[in-house]
C-alpha cells in the first residue's frame, strides 16, 4: 500500500524531472518546447500545492491540533513559490533566457529545500498521526 | 513527541553569515603568512608557518563555514531549530574568532603564554558548537539519514580538538609532545572525521537536490558512517601499537579503506552527475566535478607517498585534500548558499515593506545577488590557485611566491564576492537574456489597480539597500524607486 510519504515524495520527483527539461529548453532558445514544459511545470505544481492546501494539511491540523505552526510555515513557502511562478510567466513571455533560469535557480532552492522538510517530516508524521485514515486522505488527495 | 516540531526555513540571516564573511578572511591570512614566509614553510611539516597556515585553513575557513552552515542545515534536515540562534552564535563566534587568532599569532611567533588564552577560547567555542548541535540531533524528529553522520563528525570535531590541546600543551613545553602519533592521529579524525565525513553526508543531502540528480546509493549511505567510525578507531588503536610487521600491513589496511570510502563517494558523485538530469551549465556543479577531480588527485598522492616513502607526495595529500577537495566543495556552497538567504532575507523584508502598505519589489533573484560570471571568475581562480600550490610543493624556489599571490587573489575575490553579496548597492545594468525586458508588477496596497513597470535593469537600485555589519543585517528601505513608470 502506498503512504502519504511514497506518493507525494513521488510528484515532488516528477515536478523536478519537468523542471530541469524545462531548464534545458529554455537555455537552447526553443521556447514551443518551453512554453508546453512550462505549462506542464505549473500546472502539475499547482496541483500538488493545491492538494496539500486542501486536503492533507486540514487533515493534519484536524489530526495533530496543530494549526499555525509547521502546516502555516508550509503555506507560506507556497505563497513564496507561487510568487516565483508568476515571474517564471512573465520571463517566459518576455523569452527573457537570462531571467528565467534566474528564476528557476532560486525557485529550485526554494523547492528543494521545502520537500526535504516535507519528505523528512510532515509526510512520515502524517502517515504517522493519520494512522488508519491515511488511505482516506491519500484518495481524496488524489482526486483533487 | 512532536511538541517542539519547528520547520522554519531558517534562522536569522545574521546566524550563519557571521561565520561566513569572516571565514575569507583567514584565508587572506593563510596566503599572506605563505607569502612572507617564502619557500621555508614547506621544508617540514613542523615550521612554525606551515602550523599557522594549516590551522588558518582548517580552523579559520573550513571550520568557520562548516559552523556557520551546519546551524542553518539543520532545522531543515531534522526539524529541530535551535533556541537563541543570536545568542548562540554570538558566543561560538566571539570566542571562535579570537582564540584562532590567537593559536596562529602563537604558531607564529612561538610564544607559550598565547597558547593558554587560545585553546580556552577554541575549547569553548568547540564545546558549544558541538554541545548545542548535538542537543539540536537529539531533539531533532526527523530519522534523516545524514543526522548520524553529523553526530559523528561533531564528536569527531571534539576529539579533534582534544588531541589539538594536548599537542599545543606538549608544544608550549608543559607536557611530552606526543609526536608524530598524535599529529597524525589528531590530522585523521580532523581531515576524514570531520571535514571528510561533513562533506560526505552533506552532500547525501545537496547534490540530489540542488542538481536534481538520483539519491547516492543506498548501501553507500548505510555503509559509511559506521565504515568512518569504525576505521578512525582502527586508527587510533594502531598508531600507539610497536611497529612490526603485522601492524604496519594493519595500517596499510585501514588506510586503504579510509582511501575506499573516499573513492567509492568519489565515483558515486561523479556517476551521479553524469546521469542528471539537469544537464544546463551549472557553476556550483562544476565546483563539485573539480572537488572530486581533485579528491581522485589526492588518493594517487597517498598512494604515490605511500610507494615512494617521499615527503612531498604526502604533503601533496594533505594540502590537495584541503585546497582541493574541501575548498572547492566549500567555495561552491558558499557561493550558492549565500546567495539563496539573501534572496530570502530580501524576500522576508519585502513582505515586511508590504504588510505595511509599501511597494513591493521584484527581489532579485539568486543570480542577481552572486551572477554567475563571478562565481565562474572564483572557479578559474580556484583552479589556477590548486595548480600553483602542486607547482610550489615540487619546486618550492621557483613557486612558492607565485603561488601565494595566486591564493591572495583567489581569497580576495571570494571575500569580495560575498561581501557584496550581502550588501547589494546599485550596479551598472547588465544584459540578461535576450534584450531588455519590463515586466508588470502589481505592487501592493499604495498602488492597487496600478502597475509597476520596474526594469530588470535597475532592479538592483530599485531594491532596499542591506547594510551588514558582524552582529546583523539591517534593511533600510530605500522608498520609491525613481524609475519607476506608472
Redesign the interface.
Known amino acids: 500500500m502506498t503512504t502519504i510519504t511514497e506518493y507525494m515524495t513521488g510528484v515532488h520527483r516528477h515536478c523536478d524531472e519537468i523542471l530541469a527539461e524545462l531548464e534545458v529548453a529554455v537555455s537552447e532558445d526553443d521556447w514551443d518546447k518551453a512554453a508546453r514544459l512550462s505549462a506542464d511545470f505549473l500546472q502539475a505544481m499547482e496541483h500538488h500545492l493545491t492538494m496539500e492546501e486542501t486536503v492533507l494539511f486540514p487533515a493534519f491540523e484536524q489530526k495533530t491540533g496543530m494549526i499555525g505552526g509547521p502546516t502555516m510555515i508550509m503555506r507560506e513557502e507556497h505563497r513564496q513559490m507561487r510568487e516565483l511562478f508568476q515571474q517564471l510567466q512573465w520571463a517566459l513571455d518576455g523569452k527573457a533566457s537570462g531571467e528565467f533560469l534566474d528564476t528557476t535557480e532560486t525557485l529550485l532552492i526554494l523547492m528543494q529545500q521545502h520537500n526535504i522538510k516535507e519528505e523528512g517530516i510532515l509526510y512520515p508524521m502524517s502517515d504517522q498521526h493519520l494512522g488508519t485514515d491515511a488511505p482516506q486522505v491519500l484518495a481524496r488527495m488524489q482526486k483533487v | 513527541m512532536?511538541g517542539k516540531?519547528?520547520?522554519?526555513?531558517a534562522p536569522p540571516l545574521s546566524v550563519p553569515a557571521r561565520f561566513f564573511l569572516t571565514a575569507p578572511v583567514f584565508g587572506l591570512a593563510a596566503a599572506l603568512i605563505l607569502l612572507f614566509t617564502g619557500k621555508d614553510l614547506f621544508s617540514s611539516r613542523w615550521t612554525p608557518g606551515m602550523l599557522a597556515v594549516t590551522h588558518c585553513l582548517t580552523l579559520g575557513f573550513f571550520t568557520s563555514v562548516m559552523i556557520g552552515a551546519t546551524q542553518q542545515i539543520l532545522p531543515?534536515?531534522?526539524?529541530s531549530s535551535i533556541s537563541k540562534p543570536r545568542f548562540i552564535a554570538t558566543l561560538i563566534h566571539g570566542q571562535w574568532l579570537p582564540g584562532v587568532a590567537l593559536l596562529v599569532i602563537s604558531f607564529l611567533h612561538f610564544k607559550p603564554i598565547i597558547f593558554i588564552p587560545a585553546i580556552i577560547l577554541i575549547a569553548g567555542a568547540v564545546t558549544t558548537y558541538a554541545g548545542v548541535i548535538l542537543f539540536s540531533l537529539y531533539k531533532g524528529?526527523?530519522?534523516?539519514e545524514s543526522a548520524p553522520g553529523i553526530r559523528l563528525a561533531m564528536i569527531a570535531l571534539f576529539i579533534t580538538m582534544v588531541m589539538g590541546i594536548l599537542l599545543v600543551l606538549g608544544y608550549a613545553g608543559l607536557i611530552p609532545l606526543w609526536r608524530p602519533a598524535l599529529t597524525n592521529l589528531h590530522l585523521s579524525w580532523g581531515l576524514f572525521g570531520w571535514i571528510g565525513l561533513l562533506i560526505m553526508v552533506v552532500a547525501w543531502?545537496v547534490v540530489p537536490?540542488?542538481q536534481?540528480t538520483r539519491a547516492y546509493p543506498a548501501w553507500l549511505r548505510r555503509l559509511t558512517i559506521p565504515a568512518v567510525a569504525v576505521l578512525l578507531l582502527l586508527k587510533s588503536v594502531l598508531v600507539w601499537s610497536d611497529a612490526n610487521a603485522v601492524i604496519n600491513t594493519a595500517r596499510v589496511l585501514v588506510d586503504s579503506a579510509i582511501a575506499t570510502v573516499l573513492l567509492c563517494f568519489a565515483l558515486a558523485t561523479l556517476y551521479l552527475q553524469h546521469v542528471?538530469?539537469?544537464?544546463?551549465?551549472d557553476v556550483h556543479r562544476d565546483f563539485w566535478r573539480l572537488a572530486i577531480f581533485n579528491l581522485l588527485l589526492t588518493l594517487c598522492f597517498w598512494i604515490s607517498a605511500g610507494i615512494t616513502g617521499r615527503p612531498e607526495f604526502a604533503l601533496l595529500t594533505g594540502v590537495m585534500f584541503l585546497l582541493g577537495f574541501a575548498m572547492a566543495v566549500v567555495t561552491g556552497m558558499l557561493l550558492?548558499i549565500v546567495a539563496?538567504l539573501i534572496?530570502?532575507h530580501l524576500?522576508a523584508a519585502n513582505e515586511g515593506l508590504q504588510a505595511r502598505g509599501r511597494p513591493g519589489y521584484?527581489i532579485p533573484?539568486?543570480?542577481?545577488v552572486i551572477a554567475d560570471r563571478k562565481s565562474n571568475i572564483l572557479l578559474f581562480s580556484l583552479l589556477l590557485a590548486q595548480l600553483m600550490i602542486i607547482g610550489a610543493i615540487l619546486y618550492p624556489s621557483d613557486l612558492t611566491t607565485p603561488a601565494a599571490v595566486a591564493w591572495l587573489v583567489f581569497f580576495s575575490l571570494l571575500t569580495m564576492v560575498l561581501a557584496r553579496a550581502s550588501s547589494p548597492s546599485p550596479s551598472p545594468p547588465q544584459?540578461?537574456?535576450?534584450?531588455k525586458?519590463?515586466?508588470?508588477y502589481p505592487c501592493g496596497a499604495a498602488h492597487q489597480g496600478q502597475a509597476l513597470k520596474i526594469s530588470?535593469c535597475n532592479l538592483p537600485a530599485a531594491i532596499s539597500r542591506v547594510t551588514i555589519t558582524s552582529r546583523m543585517i539591517a534593511l533600510q528601505p530605500a522608498g520609491t524607486p525613481k524609475h519607476e513608470q506608472t
Do not use: E, H
Open positions: 512532536y516540531l519547528s520547520l522554519q526555513q531543515v534536515l531534522i526539524g524528529i526527523s530519522a534523516n543531502q537536490m540542488f536534481i542528471t538530469r539537469r544537464k544546463i551549465r550558492k539563496f534572496w530570502l524576500q521584484i533573484k539568486m543570480k542577481r544584459k540578461r537574456g535576450r534584450g525586458i519590463l515586466l508588470q530588470f
